[in-house]
């Protein structure tokens, strides 16, 4: 499996640097923004995916608001500082690229998968499509797939859309930001919300 870009274009001691940054800024700002968009969107109760869940400040919001939530990253010092931040949620290391995510054999369906802060920009590279396919095998059929990501990183919505065609999804909206501004042309950041084609 190929080595995602998390690892292989940061320096040593990021994941360290990473799980600090946030709890420095949870201590000072409102860092669950896009959870309360996901939160928004779904019924109450719902079974949320957290797909590069980092140190679980999104999961961890969803689970305190009543979903029924499953965190997953490939990192296992994040999923160790999840699992210390935010009790609650499942919190489990699993590359998102892997065929089936055998971490989850036993998941029901998702109704909501956020993958929030880049992720995509981050797997490895060519690896988008398996990714999203696996997305595409844990959504319940009226679920929905969240993706957000800055588009001068090597990824632009157009990719992602033919991606997401690929592995069975279509791109259902496309907003500018997490508090749903419009998507226009030069914005630098894409919200895109995928359903099962
Ligand atoms: C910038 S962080 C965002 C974390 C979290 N979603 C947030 O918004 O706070 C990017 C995350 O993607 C994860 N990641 C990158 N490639 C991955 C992969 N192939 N499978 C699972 N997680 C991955 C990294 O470990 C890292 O936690």
């Keep these: 499996m190929s080595t995602p870009r998390w690892f292989t274009e940061t320096k040593e001691g990021h994941s360290e640097w990473y799980i600090e940054r946030f709890r420095t800024m949870a201590r000072e700002n409102d860092l669950a923004g896009e959870a309360r968009l996901i939160d928004a969107m779904v019924g109450r109760g719902s079974r949320i995916l957290d797909a590069g869940c980092g140190p679980g400040r999104l999961g961890g919001y969803l689970h305190a608001v009543g979903h029924d939530v499953v965190g997953v990253d490939v990192d296992p010092k994040l999923i160790e500082a999840a699992q210390q931040d935010h009790p609650g949620p499942r919190w489990l290391v699993q590359d998102l690229a892997e065929p089936g995510l055998p971490a989850l054999a036993d998941a029901e369906p998702f109704d909501a998968i956020v993958c929030a802060g880049n ?29 957000g990501f800055h588009v001068n990183r090597g990824l632009t919505p157009d990719q992602l859309d033919a991606y997401a065609a690929d592995a069975g999804l279509r791109t259902d909206l496309r907003l500018a930001t997490w508090d749903v501004k419009p998507w226009h042309d030069g914005a630098d950041f894409a919200v895109t919300i995928l359903r099962p084609a």
């Design 119 to 147: 992720v995509l920009v981050f797997v490895a590279e060519g690896t988008e499509t398996a990714v999203l396919r696996n997305f595409r095998e844990r959504l319940a059929p009226d679920g929905f797939a969240a993706v």
